[in-house]
């Protein structure tokens, strides 16, 4: 993601980011292994875990 940073993000969106399958996304989404909620029928992601899980890595 370029410039300033979502604070909701879409299964796209987190695919891109932790450069994974959408698929995968969606597993760990109904697992619970990844924080989600799922509204409207659509799965959204909070960009506050991500930045720190990952950011540390690099």
């Known amino acids: 993601m370029k410039g300033k940073e979502k604070e909701i993000m879409t299964v796209k969106q987190v695919a891109e980011y932790l450069q994974m399958d959408e698929h995968t996304i ?7 292994q ?5 509204i409207a029928g659509q799965w959204r992601f909070s960009s506050f875990p991500f930045q720190y899980i990952v950011q540390p890595l690099f």
Not at 26 to 32: A, D, M, Q, T
């Open 26 to 32: 969606y597993k760990l989404s109904r697992s619970g």
């Open 34 to 38: 990844i924080p989600s909620i799922k």
